[in-house]
């Protein structure tokens, strides 16, 4: 079980940009599949972003693809998540979560077992 903390978060305008990050402890994360998910106040949790276990392959939302950026760092026990050209409805928390495995179910938050407090991020128009 890994513990995970986000930070990073804050108020931007739109067309703005953030970076995300997440701090891993308490096991290796090279055995762990990583996601970024969001929750905005009425709405369900929903994955924004997804990487696999080396690095190589990441997956997002069509709701965020060429906007954001996900990336890990596991030498640093890392996770990143870089949010360009920000929009009001990207305001939500934000939460990393680690799957152990393979990435599978990647968009179903059940499949992830460690989750972050979050962090909030608002987009003013």
């Known amino acids: 079980q890994l513990h995970l903390a986000e930070s990073g978060g804050g108020s931007v305008q739109a067309g703005g940009s953030l970076t995300l990050d997440c701090a891993i402890s308490g096991s290796s994360p090279y055995s762990y599949c990583m996601a970024w998910f969001r929750q905005s106040r009425g709405n369900e949790r929903e994955g924004v972003a997804v990487i696999s276990r080396d690095g190589r392959s990441t997956y997002y939302s069509d709701s965020v693809k060429g906007r954001f950026t996900i990336s890990r760092d596991n030498a640093k026990d890392t996770l990143g998540l870089q949010m360009n050209t920000l929009k009001p409805e990207d305001t939500a928390m934000y939460y990393c979560?680690?799957?152990?495995?393979?990435?599978?179910?990647?968009?179903?938050?059940?499949?992830?077992?460690?989750w972050g407090r979050g962090t909030q991020v608002t987009v003013s128009s």
């Open positions: 979560a680690a799957r152990f495995g393979p990435c599978d179910s990647i968009w179903y938050s059940g499949a992830y077992s460690s």
